[in-house]
C-alpha cells in the first residue's frame, strides 16, 4: 500500500467497522472498468471470509465471493465528484451488505461495510447529504470519526478531507474541551444502555471559534469493546445565543431589582410606599430599615400603626393641618413638602421633613410614596460647618496665604491676604481678569499663564492647580502655588470661583536640597565602605549598601535605631563607641537639626570582621522629606586606612632616613615598598618572591637554609603572636650585614611594617 493512504487506514487497523479502501479504475471514456483493493481491515475480512493478503492489491474481477462490479456503480461517483452514498449490494456467495462510501481522495473510496438489518429495508442512506453527519466510534482508547459528509464540513468550515484527518486521532479535536467530558458520558451511557444519544456542544471551526449543534447519535452496532453511531448535527448556535442572551437579560433584571431593593434598605432616608383604596383603607406595601429606625419600631409594628393611621404619628397640633395640606395636594396632583414634629415610637419628639407623592390607579386607589428625615441632624451639621469655619479662620491667622473669591459675571475679585503674624489685609478688585495682563507685582512671564488658567476654570468644573511668580511686598519674586475650585449654579453655569495661593518658595527650596542630597548620596554610596539612609521619624532604614556581606550583616538592621546600636558595636574602642552614640543617637540628631546644624562627622576604628580594623571617617547628613515630613538622615563610612597609612609611612620615612621601608599584608603576603632604596627591588613584589630573590645572591650554606626558613611570611607571623617584634640579621653578599625589623602596624593588625637598614 502507498504511504500516502496510510493516513487513511490508520484509524480503522484495528476497528471493529468492516473497512475496505478501493481505486477505482476507468476506460478512456471514464467508465469503471475495475476496482483495485488497497487495504482492508480484519473486520472486513472476516465479514467477507477472504484473507487480507489474497485481496490487498488485487482487482475485484480477480476475486470471489466479493460483489459483482456492476452492483458497485455508485462508487464510481463517489470517486471522482468527492460525495458520499450508502447502498446495498450482495457478494457472489450471497451475503447482503450496506455499503457508506465516502472520496478519500480523488479515484480513491473509503467504504464502509455493514450486514443489511432490518431498518436498511427503508432506504434511507446512512450518510444523508441533506444534513451533516458522521459516523463515530467509541472503544476504551476514546472517540473517534471514521466517515462524514460534505455537509458537516459546510458547518464547521472544516473540508471533509480535514474533518477525517483531525478527527481520526480522536473526536475531541474537533470539540471545545469544555465540552468533551460530557459528550463522551453521554455516549458512554448511550452504549451501555443499548440506546441513542442526544446532546448539545460546541464543535470548533476552522477559524478557531465555537459553534453550538446538537448531536442525535443513533447506535449502529456495538461488538468486541468497540461502539459505532451515526451522528446528525444540527446547528442550535443561534438558539443558544439567544436563550444566552435571554439568561444574560433576566439575570441583569434581577441584579437591577436586587439592587434596588438594596438602594431601597441602604439609602439614609426614611421611606414607605402605601396604597389608599378607595373605601377609605391603608395597606401598607413596603418599608425600609432608615424609617423604622427614625421611628424607633420594628418593620411590622410599625407597618401596623400606618395602616390603622397614617397621620397617628403626628402631634395634635399639626395633625388637622397636615391633613388638610396633603388631601389639597392629592387633588392638585402637585407633591407634598412640609416639616412636622412626631412622636417616635420610644415617644421621643423630633422633626422630620416630609415629601410625599400621590400616583392614581386604574382601580381607583393612589400609591403613596412618603421620604422622611430627620431634620435635626442638619442642625447638627450646621453647628458643625460654623465651628469648623471659625477653625479655618483660626488656621489662616497663621498661615501665608492669599484666598481669592471671583464673580465672574461681574468681573470682580476679592483678595484677602493672611499673614503669619495674624495680620489680614482685604482687596476688591474690578475688571480683575482684564488686570492681570498688566498686573505690575506678577511676574512678566507668568501674567498670560495665570489668567488662561482663571478661563480654564470658569469652563469646567472640580479643581485646577497651577503656580506663578509674584512679589507682593516690594521684598523679590517668590514662587507661589495656586489652585481654583468652580462652583456651579442649576443651569450649569459658573457662578463663583474659590482659589488660594501659597508662598511655596522656601518649600521648594528644601525640596530641591533634599533631592540633591540624596541624589549625591546615591552617587558617593558606590565609594564608601558602608551606607545607609535611615528615616528617625519613622523608626525604619530605607536603604542600606556595604562592600562586603558581613558588614551588611553586621552594620544595618530593619529599624533605624536598630542600626545605630549597630555602628556602635562596631567600634572596638569604648571611648569612641561613647562618642558615637552622644553624637550620632537618634535624639542626638533630631536635636542638632532643631539648632541647625544638619551635618556632622566623626573619625574612629570600625571592626570589619576576622580581627581586621579599620580606621573610618563616618559622616551624616540630616533634612527633612518634603513628601513625607519626615527627619532623614543620611550616613557614610569612609575608609580612611590607605590615608592613616600613608601618615604613618611618612613619619616613619622622616624619623628613618636612609632605610627601606615594607608595608605587608598579612593575609596575602603582598609587599609594597616605600624609601629612596625602593627602586633596588623588584615590582609587584610578594615577601615570598622577595626572600627568593635575596637567597639566590648568597652562596649555598646550611645559614642559607635556616634562613630561608625564618623569612616565611608563617615563621614571622608565629613569632609575632608572641613578640611586638622580629628581628634578623641578614647577611648581604660582598657587605657588611643588613638588619632586618618586623612588627605589625599600629591600629592595623593586618599590616606588617618591615624595616631594612644596612642597604
Not at 443558544?240 to 431601597?264: G, I, K, P, W
Amino acid at each position: 500500500m502507498a504511504k500516502h493512504l496510510e493516513k487513511f487506514t490508520r484509524p480503522f487497523q484495528n476497528s471493529a467497522i468492516p473497512f475496505v479502501l478501493a481505486e477505482v479504475l476507468t476506460n478512456g471514456q471514464g467508465q469503471m472498468v475495475d476496482l483495485v483493493c488497497r487495504f482492508l481491515n480484519p473486520a472486513a475480512a472476516s465479514l467477507l471470509q477472504v484473507a487480507p493478503e489474497a485481496v490487498q492489491g488485487r482487482r475485484l474481477s480477480q476475486l470471489s465471493p466479493l460483489p459483482a462490479l456492476e452492483d458497485l456503480s455508485p462508487v464510481q461517483a463517489v470517486a471522482f465528484s468527492g460525495s458520499s452514498a450508502s447502498f446495498s449490494c450482495e457478494t457472489a456467495g450471497g451475503q447482503a451488505l450496506s455499503v457508506t462510501c465516502y472520496q478519500v481522495m480523488y479515484g480513491v473510496v473509503g467504504c464502509l461495510l455493514d450486514p443489511c438489518r432490518e431498518s436498511a429495508g427503508s432506504g434511507a442512506p446512512a450518510l444523508p447529504e441533506a444534513v451533516p453527519a458522521a459516523v463515530l466510534e467509541l472503544d476504551r482508547s476514546g472517540l473517534r470519526c471514521v466517515a462524514c459528509n460534505r455537509m458537516l464540513g459546510q458547518l464547521t468550515g472544516w473540508t471533509q478531507k480535514s474533518l477525517l484527518n483531525r478527527g481520526a486521532d480522536g473526536f475531541a479535536a474537533l470539540t471545545v474541551p469544555e465540552d468533551w467530558p460530557a459528550l463522551l458520558q453521554a455516549l458512554l451511557d448511550a452504549a451501555r444502555e443499548k440506546r441513542d444519544a442526544d446532546q448539545d456542544l460546541r464543535l470548533l471551526r476552522r477559524d478557531g471559534g465555537p459553534i453550538w449543534v446538537n448531536l442525535r447519535a443513533e447506535l449502529l452496532s456495538s461488538r468486541h469493546g468497540r461502539t459505532v453511531f451515526r451522528g446528525i448535527f444540527t446547528d442550535i448556535d443561534r438558539l443558544r445565543q439567544r436563550e444566552t442572551a435571554l439568561r444574560e437579560s433576566l439575570t441583569r433584571q434581577e441584579a437591577a431589582r436586587r439592587q434596588a431593593v438594596d438602594l431601597l434598605e441602604r439609602v439614609p432616608v426614611g421611606l414607605c410606599l402605601l396604597r389608599r383604596r378607595p373605601d377609605g383603607g391603608t395597606e401598607v406595601l413596603r418599608v425600609n430599615q432608615a424609617l423604622c429606625q427614625l421611628l424607633a419600631l420594628s418593620s411590622d409594628a410599625l407597618a401596623d400603626r400606618l395602616a390603622e393611621d397614617p397621620g397617628g404619628f403626628l402631634q395634635a397640633d399639626q395633625r388637622e393641618e397636615l391633613l388638610a395640606d396633603a388631601v389639597r395636594a392629592r387633588e392638585c396632583r402637585l407633591p407634598l413638602r412640609r416639616v412636622c414634629r412626631i412622636v417616635s415610637g420610644e415617644g421621643r419628639i423630633c422633626s422630620l421633613s416630609v415629601h410625599a407623592v400621590w400616583d392614581p390607579q386604574p382601580d381607583g386607589s393612589w400609591l403613596v410614596s412618603i421620604a422622611c428625615s430627620d431634620v435635626s441632624q442638619e442642625a447638627a451639621a450646621d453647628r458643625e460647618h460654623r465651628i469648623r469655619a471659625q477653625l479655618c479662620d483660626l488656621l489662616l491667622e497663621h498661615t501665608s496665604l492669599l484666598t481669592l473669591d471671583y464673580d465672574p459675571a461681574a468681573d470682580l475679585a476679592q483678595i484677602q491676604r493672611h499673614s503669619p503674624g495674624g495680620r489680614r489685609t482685604s482687596r476688591t478688585i474690578s475688571g480683575y481678569l482684564k488686570s492681570l495682563s498688566t498686573a505690575p507685582y506678577l511676574h512678566p512671564e507668568d501674567r498670560r499663564r495665570l489668567a488662561g488658567a482663571i478661563r480654564r476654570a470658569l469652563t469646567r468644573p472640580g479643581t485646577i492647580s497651577g503656580s506663578y511668580r509674584a512679589d507682593y511686598d516690594g521684598n523679590g519674586w517668590r514662587q507661589y502655588q495656586v489652585s481654583w475650585m468652580s462652583l456651579f449654579d442649576e443651569r450649569g453655569d459658573v457662578r463663583r470661583l474659590l482659589g488660594k495661593a501659597e508662598d511655596v518658595t522656601s518649600r521648594r527650596a528644601v525640596a530641591e536640597h533634599f533631592r540633591q542630597l540624596a541624589a549625591r548620596h546615591r552617587k558617593q554610596a558606590k565609594a564608601c565602605l558602608a551606607s545607609a539612609r535611615l528615616d528617625l521619624t519613622a523608626d525604619q532604614t530605607l536603604d542600606a549598601k556595604a562592600a562586603s556581606r558581613h558588614l551588611l550583616r553586621s552594620l544595618f538592621d530593619r529599624t533605624a535605631a536598630a542600626c545605630l546600636q549597630r555602628m556602635a558595636a562596631a567600634l572596638p574602642d569604648p571611648e569612641e563607641r561613647a562618642r558615637f552614640d552622644a553624637r550620632f543617637s537618634p535624639s542626638a540628631l533630631g536635636e542638632a537639626f532643631a539648632q541647625g546644624c544638619f551635618q556632622c562627622s566623626l573619625a574612629h576604628r570600625l571592626s570589619t570582621g576576622k580581627g581586621g580594623i579599620r580606621w573610618v571617617l563616618t559622616t551624616v547628613e540630616v533634612a527633612e522629606n518634603p513628601d513625607s515630613l519626615h527627619l532623614e538622615a543620611f550616613f557614610q563610612l569612609q575608609d580612611q586606612s590607605p590615608l592613616r597609612l600613608r601618615e604613618a609611612l611618612l613619619e616613619a620615612l622622616i624619623q628613618q632616613e636612609g632605610r627601606l621601608i615594607l608595608t605587608v599584608d598579612a593575609a596575602t603576603g603582598g609587599c609594597r615598598a616605600h624609601g629612596p632604596a625602593a627602586e633596588h627591588l623588584p615590582e609587584d613584589a610578594t615577601c615570598r618572591s622577595l626572600s627568593v630573590w635575596y637567597l639566590r645572591q648568597l652562596p649555598p650554606t646550611p645559614e642559607r637554609a635556616a634562613l630561608r626558613k625564618a623569612l616565611t611570611l608563617k615563621q614571622v607571623l608565629a613569632r609575632l603572636e608572641t613578640a611586638p617584634a622580629v628581628e634578623l640579621e641578614l647577611p648581604a653578599p660582598g657587605g657588611r650585614p643588613l638588619q632586618l625589623r618586623c612588627s605589625r602596624l599600629e591600629g592595623m593588625s593586618d599590616v606588617l611594617l618591615v624595616l631594612l637598614n644596612g642597604l
